[in-house]
């Protein structure tokens, strides 16, 4: 999620971005194993990017604030040999991710670069969609911050080059809240007693991403390091499931966060109904239209964990049916560069990927928090990487939510949720 005061309608947009994406199973940033990925891949080196002709369609989301065509124009004009084209697919995530399978699925060339969630990209390389652009992402490595170089990394490979990210805060109001915690456990204090926490508590993807940045933070895991195996079943995770459970009990979360996702969290923050806020950088434009007296911080840790926010964003994708690899290359290396993060960050609120863009004084006087959203993406943590992605969130955020809001013990839905994953796991 993420958009800027540009227009509300933008806003809105990035904060379907946001909610989605993923990789490593404990959250790390050093790759996942997922069986049958890479044994037959094509490779795209940097030199097939160098003497690149031809034409490119660029395949990605709606093209809201325009942002996306302005770069294709630019590029188009520093490239004269190679000729970009945008593919605007629809708003929808999910209608995105099932025009890119049907394509894929058909062999077609037609998608040169695959505009994909974070959490798509194991699915994808693993279907034998993507080409491996570890060569590519190698020539660059030290540009990119590292957290999310681990949404592409998959067996030791690269898949996909990072495209923007996406991190949740921790907003407060400053007419109530006086310091920010450093903790969960202060959060949830401070809440009993200055006005109620808010999250996406309904029973969605928004659910699963905040229980896991309170699980990774507590040095939980979801899979095994192979990918093979659910680990979520754990101490770690009975802790954390409790202690939410408990915030829950105490009053310090309000029962009507049941139904809450991004928007309704916000607008619970808006009006006063809480004065502490998890929630995307997004917010910070519409509070401030809103004259909310506000702060906000990256995420706090829980108790002595380090703190860790699950990252969302895009990657891009060479697709495997393209028949301009090199060419896809040329344009991914330029959609991924400083002048375009830049505008991309400064147009639409895109989260660059680029460390050095958070530094840029326009970027700065555009995005007043991009110092702490810099450090809330460091600290920021893939979501498992899984052909089954979906069912493992699923299995997540049904269980989890069964323990928050219906009474399920922690222990029972940690277990239901540990074999439905398993289960998911032995159907690819």
Not at 248 to 262: C, D, L, R
Request: hydrophobic fraction near 35%; include cysteine; proline fraction near 6%.
């Amino acid at each position: 999620m993420n958009r800027k005061l540009a227009s509300a309608g933008a806003i809105l947009a990035c904060a379907a971005i946001a909610a989605g994406c993923g990789s490593s199973g404990g959250g790390g940033t050093s790759g996942s194993t997922v069986a049958g990925v890479g044994s037959n891949a094509k490779t795209v080196t940097p030199g097939m990017a160098q003497n690149a002709k031809g034409s490119v369609t660029w395949c990605i989301g709606k093209d809201t604030t325009g942002a996306f065509s302005q770069v294709v124009k630019l590029y188009n004009q520093q490239n004269p040999n190679v000729h970009a084209k945008l593919l605007e697919l629809p708003t929808s995530a999910d209608a995105q991710r099932t025009q890119l399978i049907q394509r894929e699925q058909a062999k077609s060339p037609e998608c040169d670069v695959l505009g994909m969630d974070t959490i798509w990209t194991a699915e994808f390389a693993a279907q034998g969609w993507l080409r491996d652009v570890t060569p590519a992402i190698n020539a660059r490595k030290s540009e990119f911050i590292p957290s999310t170089l681990g949404t592409t990394q998959i067996n030791g490979k690269y898949w996909a080059v990072p495209f923007n990210t996406n991190a949740g805060f921790l907003y407060y109001n400053t007419s109530k809240v006086k310091q920010p915690p450093t903790t969960w456990q202060q959060a949830y204090q401070m809440a009993k007693t200055d006005g109620g926490l808010g999250y996406q508590g309904a029973r969605y993807e928004g659910l699963t991403v905040d229980f896991l940045e309170l699980l990774y933070s507590n040095g939980g895991s979801v899979l095994s390091s192979d990918g093979k195996k659910a680990t979520i079943d754990s101490p770690q995770a009975q802790q954390v499931l409790s202690f939410m459970q408990q915030g829950v009990k105490s009053g310090a979360v309000p029962k009507s966060a049941s139904t809450w996702m991004e928007e309704e969290s916000r607008n619970a923050f808006q009006s006063g109904k809480v004065s502490l806020l998890r929630n995307w950088p997004y917010v910070y434009a519409l509070a401030k239209q809103a004259h909310v007296k506000f702060n906000l911080e990256p995420l706090p840790k829980f108790g002595n964990g380090q703190a860790a926010s699950i990252l969302g964003g895009y990657n891009l994708g060479i697709s495997t049916y393209s028949k301009n690899p090199g060419g896809a290359l040329s344009f991914v290396n330029y959609a991924t560069g400083p002048a375009a993060q830049k505008k991309f960050f400064i147009k639409s609120s895109l989260p660059a990927v680029l460390t050095q863009t958070y530094s840029d004084p326009a970027v700065k006087k555009s995005q007043p928090f991009a110092p702490q959203l810099l450090t809330a993406v460091q600290q920021g943590k893939p979501r498992p990487v899984s052909p089954v992605y979906t069912q493992i969130s699923e299995a997540i955020d049904k269980n989890v939510y069964s323990a928050l809001w219906s009474g399920t013990s922690p222990q029972t839905a940690l277990k239901n949720a540990q074999s439905q994953i398993n289960k998911a796991l032995q159907t690819f």
